[in-house]
């Protein structure tokens, strides 16, 4: 009975943190969706505007600097929006395994399903490496959206110095 009550708590001891930790990524990250495309919505007028002007055919001049200038942002904003996309595409794939994981736990714990009935230390042991896999995706996913978001706060300062360059040039 010691083996099942040990395994028991150590199961419910890595379920409970990794719930707490689910709740704080989940609202971190789902947060973090809304700012990049935010970001998107504020420079598009101006980003319009200034490709319409600098791409127009026309003799070279000094604002081809400028222009180089803005499709190296471009190409840096590129980037971050495919990382973007790879971080959120992770994030749903965790929330799958999640789904899959919270199934069992539900089944272990609650005596209505019938799924698993009477369970041994064994069942509780089995589970401890899945919640701590579970765990560790949630550090990678957090420490992922931690550089994405300093990753787009460069892009904004980036964006202010360009806005200041182009219009100190015209």
């Not at 040990?6 to 971190?28: G, L, P, W």
């Not at 790879?86 to 919270?102: G, Q, V, W």
């Not at 005596?111 to 064994?122: K, R, W």
Request: aromatic residues 8%; proline residues 4%.
């Amino acid at each position: 009975m010691t083996n099942l009550n040990s395994a028991a708590e150590q199961y419910h001891f890595t379920h409970s943190n990794f719930v707490e930790a689910y709740k704080m990524v989940n609202e971190y990250v789902t947060e973090l969706y809304r700012l990049p495309k935010r970001f998107l919505e504020e420079t598009e007028g101006t980003m319009n505007a200034l490709t319409n002007k600098h791409f127009a055919p026309k003799a070279p001049s000094a604002n081809d600097t400028n222009m180089r200038v803005v499709v190296e942002f471009m190409d840096q904003l590129d980037e971050f929006t495919m990382n973007t996309i790879d971080l959120f595409n992770d994030h749903m794939k965790h929330i799958d395994a999640t789904e899959a994981y919270m199934k069992k736990a539900v089944a272990l714990e609650s005596p209505t399903v019938g799924i698993i009935e009477n369970p041994d230390a064994q069942v509780y042991s089995q589970l401890i490496p899945e919640v701590e896999q579970l765990l560790g995706g949630l550090k990678e996913i957090k420490q992922r959206a931690d550089d994405t978001l300093g990753w787009l706060e460069e892009l904004e300062v980036n964006w202010e110095t360009i806005q200041g360059e182009i219009k100190n040039a015209a």
